[in-house]
């Protein structure tokens, strides 16, 4: 049971001199999870007799990194390796949780103007909305107005990447609105695997294998693909170079597009 939630988009940072901060914020969660009426628990003749954190690794308040504690709760954020700022952020598990509840708490340290775009699995979305303080959801909202012009055809092209790992990755890209674009590869002939990535923001080798529940080889391959198809940046898996291939004198490889 549960309710299954992807992420749509996300804009994230929290500058290095508040991740500290952020990280004692998440820690002091443990012990108050009655206090706050977690979402999980258990239940006996029809009373509530325990409080936890939905879907959250027991233990987490022992992490030592924001990182790590971040983990725990089914998030992957991305650190630059320069400044120490946290950069970017990646919805890791599959239903919704008390996600809301850790958003709340560490938004006094993440950067104004910064969120997260939710879609939910009836199609509903939310954003949750970071004003330099203070945690905003924002419930998704469908708008009609006549149409002044004919719909556009979508554009459906076939592509094809051979990275030299003796496979063909024989795929089709649609694009499907000024955002999204969606990549399905045809590994089965005709049908297979469909992957739906946002064309302004940055495709992580570790959300399209949970997607496309795909080989670590594989998602290096496709990621080129959609890098050199599209110009989106990708981050590839780590020992894996800019032609998608096995290298393990390559650390994690990011390829830009354009800016």
């Known amino acids: 049971m ?10 994230f940072t929290i500058k290095a001199k508040n991740v500290p901060k952020a990280l004692k914020a998440v820690q002091e969660l443990e012990g108050k999870e009655g206090q706050l009426n977690a979402g999980g628990g258990m239940w006996r003749d029809g009373q509530r007799v325990s409080h936890y954190f939905s879907f959250v690794d027991p233990g987490f308040s022992k992490c030592t990194t924001f990182s790590a504690i971040m983990d725990a709760w089914r998030w992957e954020v991305k650190e630059d390796p320069e400044t120490g700022d946290v950069i970017d952020i990646c919805f890791a598990g599959e239903k919704l949780g008390d996600d809301g509840l850790l958003f709340k708490t560490i938004a006094p340290f993440v ?9 939910g699995e ?13 945690l905003i959801e924002y419930e998704g909202m469908v708008t009609y107005k006549p149409s002044t012009v004919a719909p556009a055809v979508e554009p459906v092209r076939r592509v094809q990447y051979s990275p030299g790992n003796a496979t063909r990755y024989d795929c089709v890209l649609v694009d499907l609105d000024e955002s999204n674009c969606m990549l399905t590869w045809l590994r089965q002939g005709n049908g297979g695997s469909a992957f739906v990535f946002d064309k302004k923001g940055m495709v992580a080798s570790s959300y399209m294998m949970e997607k496309m529940q795909i080989r670590v080889a594989d998602a290096a391959a496709l990621l080129v693909l959609i890098h050199r198809e599209t110009g989106v940046s990708v981050m590839l ?3 894996f170079n800019a032609q998608g291939l096995w290298d393990d004198t390559c650390s994690e490889v990011t390829l830009r597009g354009k800016e």
């Open 2 to 11: 549960g309710y299954c939630m992807d992420m749509v988009k996300a804009v």
């Open 111 to 119: 950067e104004s103007e910064r969120y997260l775009t939710m879609q």
């Open 122 to 134: 009836d199609g509903l979305s939310w954003q949750w909305y970071f004003d330099g303080g203070n």
């Open 237 to 239: 898996p780590s020992e």
